[in-house]
C-alpha cells in the first residue's frame, strides 16, 4: 500500500466514511422498525445494510454466522469487500471500491447505481478473497435495493454465492461441448479406419490423428480433474526432474497442430534452460492455458513467443504476443469466471494460471500489456527440490 496516500484518497468510488456515532444512528434507526429487521433475518442468503457511504451498518443472521470471529466485532462502519477479505480492499488505504479494479466490480457498480436511481439492481461479482483454500475465489450475484426509514436511507445487499453453477458451467462446456468434439472426432476416425484405405500414407495421417485426439480427450478430463482438485486443496504435487526443452517443446509442438494454432508461429527459446525440479503435468497446464491465450489472441500469420530461462534454480517463463489487452480487461485477468470470449463455462484459463503457479508450483506470475510491449505473462517457478520449499511444501 502507498504510504503517502491518506485514508480519502480514491480513484473510483467515493471513500469518505461516516463517523461511528453517525453510523451508530443510522443503525438504531433501521433497528427501529422491526419489521425491517425480522425480513433482513428471514432472507434466505446473506444480507446487509449498507449507509450511502457503502459502509456495513447491519448483516443478518446467516452472514454473521459465516464472517470470521475475528471480524465480527467491527462489522459496522466496514464495507463489503472488506467484510469479504477481497484483495483490492487493502490495496488502497481507502479501501473497497477505491482502486481501478473496483470500477469492474459488479458489487460496488450495483450499490452505486441502487443509491443513484433508487432501483433495484442485480449484477453478477468475480471477487478474489485472501487465505482460502480454493485461491479465494468468489462468484457472486448482488441484489441491491434502495430503503429509506425515517429520514435515512439505506441499501439492502444481497448476496448469493453462485460459484457451483459456474462450476457446472465449466463442467458442461467440458463434457458437453469440447469434449464431445474430440471424441466425436476419434469416433470419424475409427469409422473411417474400419474400411482399409487403399493408400497407406492416408491411412498413416488418420492413426497419427487419432492418437491425436485420444490424447486431446484425456488433457481434457485431467485439467478439468486437476482445477476441481486445486480448489479443494487436495491436488497432491508430484515432484520430478524436469526437463524443461522437452516439456516446453512438448507443448509448442501440441499447439502448432491444435486449431488455436493454425497459420499462426510460434518461436521457442530454450537457449538458457536445463532441468528444474517441479510438477510436469502442473507446469504443463499453466504454459497450456498461457499459449492458448496467446494464440486466441493472435491474429492469422501473426507469431506468439515463448522463451524460459533458468537462473540460480528459478524459471522465468514468458509467453508473448502482439497487441494490447484493453485497460477494464487487464483490471480482470486471474478472476475465475471472467470471459471475453462469450458463453458460460469460460474464464478458466488465468484463473487456474494463478491458483496452480503461485498455491502448488510455489512461484509467481504476471502479466504486462501496453502499446510498447504487447502482451507479455511471465511465471516465475523455483525449484521445488531446495531445501526451503521442501520444508514448505
Ligand atoms: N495473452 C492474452 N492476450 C490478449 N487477451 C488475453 C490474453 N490472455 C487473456 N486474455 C483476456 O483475458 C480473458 C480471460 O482469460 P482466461 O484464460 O482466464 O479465460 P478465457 O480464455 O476467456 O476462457 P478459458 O481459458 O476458460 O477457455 C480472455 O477472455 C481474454 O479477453
Ligand atoms: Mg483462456
Redesign the pocket.
Known amino acids: 500500500m502507498n504510504p503517502r496516500l491518506s485514508v480519502n484518497d480514491t480513484v473510483f468510488a467515493s471513500a469518505t466514511r461516516a463517523e461511528h456515532d453517525v453510523l451508530q444512528r443510522q443503525r438504531e434507526a433501521f433497528l427501529s422498525d422491526t419489521s425491517a429487521v425480522a425480513l433482513l433475518d428471514a432472507m434466505p442468503g446473506a444480507a446487509m445494510i449498507l449507509n450511502r457511504h457503502r459502509q456495513v451498518l447491519l448483516a443478518n443472521k446467516l452472514l454473521r454466522e459465516t464472517i470470521d470471529p475475528a471480524d465480527s466485532e467491527h462489522v459496522m462502519g466496514m464495507r463489503p469487500g472488506e467484510l469479504l477479505h477481497c484483495v483490492r480492499a487493502c490495496e488502497r488505504p481507502g479501501g473497497c471500491g477505491t482502486t481501478h479494479a473496483c470500477s469492474q466490480c459488479g458489487a460496488v457498480g450495483a450499490v452505486l447505481e441502487c443509491l443513484s436511481t433508487h432501483k433495484r439492481i442485480t449484477r453478477e461479482c468475480r471477487i478474489r478473497t485472501a487465505g482460502a483454500v480454493d485461491g479465494g475465489a468468489l462468484d457472486l450475484r448482488v441484489h441491491a435495493t434502495w430503503l429509506a426509514i425515517h429520514e435515512h436511507e439505506y441499501v439492502v445487499v444481497a448476496v448469493e454465492d453462485i460459484s457451483s453453477e459456474k462450476r457446472r458451467a ?1 463442467l458442461e ?1 467440458t463434457f458437453f461441448h469440447d469434449l464431445l468434439n474430440t471424441v466425436g472426432g476419434v469416433q470419424r476416425l475409427a469409422e473411417l479406419l474400419d474400411n482399409e484405405h487403399p493408400d497407406p500414407e492416408v491411412e498413416l495421417t488418420w492413426k497419427h490423428e487419432m492418437t491425436r485426439l485420444s490424447t486431446l480427450a484425456v488433457d481434457q478430463i485431467m485439467s478439468q480433474r486437476q482445477i476441481l482438485a486445486a480448489e479443494r486443496g487436495e491436488l497432491g504435487l508430484q515432484v520430478d526432474c524436469v526437463d524443461l526443452t522437452e516439456l516446453l517443446e512438448a507443448q509448442v509442438v501440441l499447439f502448432r497442430r491444435h486449431p488455436v494454432g493454425e497459420r499462426r508461429r510460434i518461436e521457442l527459446d530454450c537457449t538458457r534452460t536445463g532441468v528444474l525440479h517441479t510438477d510436469p503435468s502442473l507446469l504443463a497446464r499453466v504454459v497450456s ?2 499459449l ?3 494464440l ?3 491474429p492469422e500469420g501473426g507469431m ?1 513467443s515463448v522463451s524460459a530461462e533458468l537462473d540460480a534454480g528459478e524459471l522465468t517463463l514468458s ?1 508473448h ?1 502482439e ?3 484493453p485497460q477494464p ?2 483490471l ?5 469466471s ?4 462469450g458463453g458460460d ?9 494463478k491458483l496452480l503457479t503461485e498455491r502448488y508450483l510455489k512461484g509467481d506470475v504476471q ?1 504486462v ?1 501496453n502499446d510498447r510491449l504487447g ?1 507479455l ?1 511471465v511465471i516465475v517457478v523455483p525449484d521445488l527440490d531446495r531445501k526451503e520449499h521442501r520444508l514448505a511444501a
Do not use: C, D, E, P
Request: charged fraction near 15%.
Open positions: 465449466v462446456r492455458n498461457l492458448k491465450n496467446a486466441k489472441a493472435t506468439v509467453v504476443n497487441g494490447v489487452i480487461i487487464q480482470q485477468i486471474f478472476q475465475r471472467f470471459s471475453t470470449k463455462g469460460r474464464g478458466v484459463g488465468t484463473y487456474s494460471v502479466f500489456s502482451t505473462f
